[in-house]
């Protein structure tokens, strides 16, 4: 089955009651036995749905992989991956992560006696040369959020088996259309399903990928255990959003470089970050890892803080929100929005400045959208 077809039917089929081609939401916590000691598969809804069950395995169908796993959001699926750890265990971490993430890691997990290293990852060898004999996890986001560094994880994946980490990566901004990094070594691939998996802006969800059965065991476990699951409703609502993941995935693509392209050629603009332009420090690694490049890019303007705030006080069409990967183009303010409990040394330290733009360009006509920042930088 090609990618595209794995998409639209891996893990689903007609309602073997009915013959609905759509599945049906079981929308129930519990279930009723045939008689005790006979189990059919489902008993509980904090441990097994059949909803969530053809989500896992349509998840794990597009990314390569033989397990998926379903959480309620993308940082209860990090929280989950995270705890196949112990006290005392080191992680190395891509520096320029998702602030939800470093937050979790440095406000709650080091309590707990993990402790954390942050480098950059695109770099094979700052990762060598962070790993302790404690070091028990490599952390990779690629593209990484919202500065797009690309990890060469072919390098990395050879690391982590040579120190025998565990790879873990979140590929949330990339999607299986455009990099399946279980193809490249990695034991476990983490999505945030509330992006562009699903799509939509409708919903939280997280997922865990994997082709090894012992972390299978344990995602599992973890998550009958912890109970951070997705609603019945939300795992259907996310596969109908992965139904079109092949054909927005394009159009994002598509539009973004464009919107890279213009932007890089505007007098007000300082600097741009798109793994599709050339300029791209890791432009080569991205062009041969990945298929696509996605619809994620920052910028920072000449006039810094001010000219940032006016633009993003102006704009029309896209809209002033957190999060991304959703259908409409959204524009972000990272260092007061989603990377806000990031301390401010940090940010700077690693490249992540106060007037740092980030946009998530969405499949309206691209037209529109530069129509749109146009008018709204002539404000900047």
Not at 35 to 62: C, H, M, W
Not at 161 to 179: G, R, W
Request: aromatic fraction near 8%; charged fraction near 20%; hydrophobic fraction near 40%.
């Amino acid at each position: 089955m090609k990618f595209d077809t794995k998409v639209v039917r891996a893990g689903i089929k007609p309602d073997p009651t009915t013959g609905a081609i759509v599945p049906p939401i079981y929308e129930t916590a519990t279930y009723v036995l045939d008689e005790v000691g006979k189990d059919k598969g489902f008993d509980y809804t904090r441990s097994s749905n059949p909803t969530r069950q053809i989500l896992e395995d349509n998840l794990a169908a597009i990314d390569g992989g033989k397990y998926g796993v379903c959480f309620a959001s993308g940082m209860a699926a990090v929280d989950a991956c995270l705890k196949l750890l112990s006290a005392g265990d080191h992680v190395v971490s891509s520096d320029d992560v998702y602030g939800g993430v470093s937050r979790h890691f440095n406000n709650v997990l080091a309590r707990y006696g993990l402790s954390f290293s942050y480098v950059d990852t695109s770099n094979p060898q700052a990762v060598r040369d962070a790993i302790r004999p404690q070091t028990k996890m490599l952390w990779i986001e690629t593209p990484t959020n919202p500065l797009l560094k690309i990890t060469d994880l072919q390098t990395v994946g050879e690391i982590a088996n040579k120190h025998k980490l565990y790879f873990c990566v979140d590929s949330t901004f990339a999607t299986p259309v455009y990099l399946r990094p279980l193809e490249h070594g990695a034991d476990i691939v983490m999505h945030s399903t509330t992006k562009y998996l699903s799509g939509h802006n409708q919903l939280i969800g997280g997922a865990v990928i994997t082709n090894r059965k012992d972390i299978y065991d344990a995602m599992k476990f973890i998550q009958k255990t912890i109970g951070a699951v997705p609603s019945p409703f939300d795992c259907w609502l996310t596969l109908l959003g992965v139904k079109t993941l092949h054909l927005r995935m394009p159009r994002h693509s598509a539009n973004a470089q464009r919107v890279a392209e213009y932007l890089e050629r505007h007098p007000k603009v300082a600097k741009v970050t798109y793994p599709g332009l050339r300029s791209h420090p890791q432009y080569a690694i991205a062009k041969e890892q990945m298929s696509g490049f996605s619809g994620m890019l920052s910028f920072e303007l000449k006039g810094g803080i001010p000219a940032g705030t006016a633009l993003m006080n102006n704009v029309k069409l896209c809209s002033l929100a957190e999060s991304l990967g959703g259908v409409e183009t959204m524009i972000t303010h990272p260092a007061t929005m989603t990377h806000v409990d990031v301390p401010a040394e940090q940010r700077h330290a690693r490249g992540l400045t106060d007037g740092l733009v980030r946009l998530s360009v969405g499949i309206e006509d691209v037209d529109d959208i530069l129509a749109d920042l146009k008018q709204a930088l002539e404000k900047a």
